[in-house]
Structures are given as C-alpha cells and as structure tokens.
C-alpha cells in the first residue's frame, strides 16, 4: 500500500474538502447553523474524506455481525 494519492484522489480530495466547507457555511435558516440537509451532506463528505486516507468508518448505531453457535455448541455437547 502506498502513502502516495494519485491524481484522482487529489482531485476527489480537493472537490470534498471545497463541499465540506460549502456545507458548513450555509445558514439558509438565519440560525447560525447548517441546515440538517447540509450537515448531513458534510459529514458524508467528511466520511468519504477519510476513507481515502484508508480510515474505516463505522456506524455505531449498527451492532456488528456475528455467528451464533449451535445449541449443541452453546450446551458444550459434541
């Protein structure tokens, strides 16, 4: 595995970081903050950001998956 971005990475990179921003500033609500369309589509961004960068990203609101044992494997019998 390379440390090195290719050219369309860079690009990616780049058009991500300008949304991200552009998806912070909106203030379509006179609030002060993002509308929750916006948020939404930042941290989207932010997650594909990462990615990139070979960061794993997990929902922590889904539990992982995992096999069950048998009955027979649960009660010790073989």
């Known amino acids: 595995m390379s440390n090195t971005l290719t050219n369309n990475e860079q690009e ?22 993002p509308c929750r ?4 589509d930042a941290v989207s961004n932010m997650k594909r950001y990462l ?3 070979n960061y794993t990203i997990i929902d922590k609101s889904r539990k992982p998956y995992r096999i ?9 019998v073989k």
């Open 37 to 40: 369309t916006d948020r939404l």
């Open 68 to 76: 069950m044992k048998s009955k027979s494997e649960r009660e010790g």
């Open 51 to 53: 990615e990139i960068h």
């Open 12 to 33: 990616e990179l780049f058009r991500l970081g300008k949304d991200i921003q552009a998806g912070l500033s909106c203030d379509a609500n006179g609030t002060g903050l």
